[in-house]
């Protein structure tokens, strides 16, 4: 009985939300409105532009690294071959990184331009 309780008190408070958000808009508020979409939009795209690039860069030098310490540990007479390679993979994928978050600084750059301000 709690559980039934407690499941249409979250329901009843969520919809509960939307009535109070549902309201017409006006000419002026359309065009605000519209600038928060194009605001909503860059910052969405930075926040995805730097979530998968991190994410994609993590793994990306997680598996360098271990194929790298897994070529080692077979052969530790072919050190010195293997980590100067491995060493610019890992700049070259962080450098990617890095590329993605400088896209995200420009999205959020482009929002005055986009709104107008």
């Known amino acids: 009985m709690k559980k039934l309780i407690a499941l249409s008190s979250a329901l ?3 919809l509960y939300t939307f009535v109070a958000f ?4 006006t000419a002026a508020g359309a065009n605000a409105f ?9 910052a969405l795209g930075a926040g995805f532009a730097i979530g998968i690039g991190a994410l ?8 360098v690294a271990a194929a790298a310490l897994e070529g080692i ?7 010195a071959k293997i980590r100067t390679p491995m060493i610019l993979g890992l700049a070259l994928i962080e ?7 400088l896209i ?5 750059g482009k929002v005055g331009v986009v709104v107008g301000h």
């Open 12 to 14: 009843l408070v969520t």
């Open 22 to 25: 549902a309201q017409e808009a």
């Open 34 to 42: 519209n600038a928060y979409d194009a605001q909503m939009a860059a």
């Open 56 to 63: 994609g860069g993590a793994l990306a030098q997680g598996r």
């Open 73 to 79: 540990a077979r052969n530790p007479g072919a050190d």
């Open 95 to 101: 450098s990617l990184v890095l590329y993605a978050l």
């Open 104 to 108: 995200a600084y420009f999205l959020q």
